[in-house]
């Protein structure tokens, strides 16, 4: 059964294929719905609260034909302790596909184990490979030229500050190597990149490229993408007064901005804290594409729903 869990689950030759039916898709979205997920129904289970995530899947999966369930961990048996195991089991019964969004990694891999259906990581606290495969789609839009995004995207350098031990900074890692980028990651040393990734990495036969520094500015330095996330994520709370004051050199300013080269991108994933981890100038400036990028996540996840539910037909 073919799962899409991390961001090399497929292969170069699949992610071409997912990238051009993702611009088909966008290009073809007025003209009316497409009918990859006829007759289907797919599950959306969150342990965490969404707002572009549930959005994007659920009309993407209405778009593509097919029916969204929305389960969350709180009204399932989930919630009273039934096993994932057996949880995946009876999904797999009714559901054609289950598209996760949760915590530990862990627990998407051990649903994956269990099911026989597809089954989508729509973030975990180690990835986030929807996000960061829309976000690929976006800067190949902006800054490519070719509809191919290892063409597009091999040798551009993205400056990543912040939380650089978060999901979206791994993801960063990972895409990097896989589209040829340069990656360099900026933060408080106690954020530095963790261990696991390095053995992720190292268990997918990745090799490690990506920098790590403490001055924003060496980060920035002729970027052609300048990156930043929450410093405070779901399940931190109780360290924001910590993070905030240990990360506050890292906000994106127009001053920092500036360092990049004069057409960087900003992206952003959202959801954003103006005047915390970026400033408001650069949030409205011609530079930020973060709804663009938002966009995207309906149009690249639509085409990922359509390459799974194509090879688990066959």
């Known amino acids: 059964m073919k799962h899409f869990l991390k961001e090399n689950d497929f292969s170069n030759d699949e992610i071409l294929e ?20 006829a007759g289907q129904t797919w599950g959306l289970l969150f342990y965490k609260n969404s707002t572009r995530t549930r959005v994007s899947f659920e009309v993407g999966i209405n778009e593509l034909g097919g029916k969204a369930v929305l389960l969350d961990q709180k009204t399932t048996q989930i919630g009273r302790g039934e ?33 026989d259906i597809p089954v989508v990581n729509a973030l975990t606290n180690l990835l986030h ?79 490690c490229n990506y920098q790590f520094t403490s001055d924003p500015n060496e980060a920035v330095r002729d970027a052609d993408i300048v990156y930043t996330d929450v410093w405070v994520s779901m399940g931190s709370e109780e360290e924001e007064g910590s993070r905030i004051e240990s990360m506050t050199p890292f906000a994106v300013t127009s001053k920092l901005l500036s360092q990049a080269k004069s057409e960087a991108l900003f992206m952003h994933c959202m959801p954003t804290h103006p005047d915390m981890e970026v400033s408001q100038e650069v949030l409205d400036s011609p530079q930020a594409i973060i709804f663009d990028q938002a966009e995207n996540r309906l149009h690249v996840q639509k085409a990922i729903l359509a390459k799974l539910a194509s090879d688990s037909a066959t």
């Open 129 to 207: 490979p929807c996000q960061i495969y829309a976000d690929c789609f976006s800067i190949a839009e902006k800054l490519g030229g070719s509809r191919d995004p290892f063409e597009s995207l091999a040798g551009k350098k993205l400056a990543f500050l912040g939380d650089t031990s978060c999901n979206m900074a791994n993801s960063w890692i990972m895409a990097g190597k896989i589209f040829g980028m340069k990656v360099s990651l900026a933060g408080p040393k106690d954020f530095a990149p963790k261990p696991d990734v390095d053995q992720l990495l190292n268990n997918e036969g990745i090799a």
């Open 18 to 37: 997912v990238f051009d039916r993702a611009t088909n898709l966008k290009q073809s979205r007025k003209q009316g719905l497409a009918n990859d997920l």
């Open 83 to 115: 096993s994932i195991h057996d949880t995946a089991k009876v999904l797999s019964r009714y559901l054609h596909g289950l598209i996760i969004r949760t915590f530990e990694h862990e627990i998407i891999e051990e649903f994956a184990d269990n099911a």
